[in-house]
């Protein structure tokens, strides 16, 4: 029987997924991250805040104040993910991102003292490799300066959020239940990314197609870390993530189809190595 995180895992796969081909159309339409960012936590943080008050959840301890830096880590992912898609394309740097279980898998080894095996030593093999082919699977026209700095902020994300994906195992670890992890990291996310838009957009630029995309940004991504974060409760963190950071596998596919970007011969490759990559961390 599959294990109940392995499902949880899964569905946070495909949330998440979807939700970072919403980012990517929202940066194409030209929304700025701080705008996007701020929009989005409208929503996100009403919803997990009442999640955790109906769940019987919302108590305050010490582990609970790992909310704040978990929602800067989440806004430096989401930002850098957002700079790089700008700079180069979506189904390049959608798997670099997602790829940030390496990081995740690393830390929790050395750290945590979850166990170090063949399979993980080949996975991060993988991982880089993919990432390597990837890296150069830009398209021909542009320029090699701004195919590094995508790549750079790309890989800014992915550290970004493998470190995010420890501070949750973390949380958990400690006794907080999933709602008010994504409830203390609510709070001052929306804080974080209304001082960015700010102070460093000048102002907030609202419109219709930015609440929109918000709105259905916001419903996956609370679904998909809520499935995240009840997964890490009961499996290692080194096993969880891989599985749920295929999500670019969905992203890519979006991406290309209605995006119109091209599937290449590096893209293809540098895609089975990430695909590869996932399955050496998957358990058994």
Same mark, same amino acid.
């Given at each position: 029987?599959?294990?109940?995180?392995?499902?949880?895992? %899964?569905?946070?796969?495909?949330?998440?997924?979807?939700?970072?081909?919403?980012?990517?159309? !929202?940066?194409?339409?030209?929304?700025?991250?701080?705008?996007?960012?701020?929009?989005?936590?409208?929503?996100?943080?009403?919803?997990?805040?009442?999640?955790?008050?109906?769940?019987?959840?919302?108590?305050?301890?010490?582990?609970?104040?790992?909310?704040?830096?978990?929602?800067?880590?989440?806004? =430096?992912?989401?930002?850098?993910?957002?700079?790089?898609?700008?700079?180069?394309?979506?189904?390049?740097? =959608?798997?670099?991102?997602?790829?940030?279980?390496?990081?995740? !898998?690393?830390?929790?080894?050395?750290?945590?003292?979850?166990?170090?095996?063949?399979?993980?030593?080949?996975?991060?093999? %993988?991982?880089?490799?993919?990432?390597?082919?990837?890296?150069?699977?830009?398209?021909?026209?542009?320029?090699?300066?701004?195919?590094?700095?995508?790549?750079?902020?790309?890989?800014?994300?992915?550290?970004?959020?493998?470190?995010?994906?420890?501070?949750?195992? %973390?949380?958990?670890?400690?006794?907080?239940?999933?709602?008010?992890?994504?409830?203390?990291? $609510?709070?001052?996310?929306?804080?974080?990314?209304?001082?960015?838009?700010?102070?460093?957009?000048?102002?907030?630029?609202?419109?219709?197609?930015?609440?929109?995309?918000?709105?259905?940004?916001?419903?996956?991504?609370? =679904?998909?870390?809520?499935?995240?974060?009840? !997964?890490?409760?009961?499996?290692? $963190?080194?096993?969880?993530?891989?599985?749920?950071?295929?999500?670019?596998?969905?992203?890519?596919?979006?991406?290309?189809?209605?995006?119109?970007?091209?599937?290449?011969?590096?893209?293809?490759?540098?895609?089975?190595?990430?695909?590869?990559?996932?399955?050496?961390? =998957?358990?058994?």
């Amino acid at each position: 029987m599959v294990p109940s995180y392995i499902i949880l895992a %899964l569905v946070s796969m495909v949330l998440i997924g979807l939700y970072d081909f919403i980012y990517s159309r !929202a940066v194409r339409k030209g929304i700025s991250p701080g705008t996007m960012t701020f929009s989005q936590a409208c929503f996100f943080c009403p919803a997990v805040s009442l999640w955790a008050y109906l769940d019987g959840s919302y108590v305050w301890t010490l582990w609970t104040l790992l909310g704040p830096v978990a929602a800067l880590l989440l806004f =430096l992912g989401i930002w850098a993910f957002m700079q790089s898609v700008k700079l180069g394309e979506a189904s390049v740097s =959608l798997p670099i991102y997602r790829i940030n279980f390496v990081v995740t !898998a690393f830390i929790a080894v050395i750290f945590l003292g979850e166990a170090i095996t063949l399979r993980k030593v080949l996975g991060l093999s %993988l991982a880089v490799a993919s990432i390597i082919i990837l890296a150069r699977a830009g398209p021909g026209k542009q320029s090699s300066f701004g195919r590094g700095k995508s790549i750079l902020w790309a890989l800014i994300a992915m550290s970004s959020m493998g470190l995010l994906n420890i501070v949750y195992k %973390l949380a958990v670890s400690g006794g907080v239940a999933p709602p008010m992890v994504l409830h203390s990291q $609510a709070i001052f996310f929306i804080t974080i990314s209304f001082l960015y838009a700010r102070i460093g957009e000048g102002g907030l630029r609202c419109s219709r197609s930015s609440w929109s995309y918000a709105l259905m940004a916001a419903i996956c991504l609370v =679904l998909g870390l809520m499935s995240l974060v009840a !997964a890490l409760e009961d499996g290692e $963190a080194s096993a969880v993530t891989p599985i749920a950071q295929l999500s670019f596998v969905v992203s890519m596919f979006m991406a290309t189809l209605w995006l119109g970007e091209r599937f290449t011969k590096q893209k293809v490759v540098g895609l089975l190595l990430a695909v590869a990559t996932v399955a050496a961390f =998957l358990p058994g």
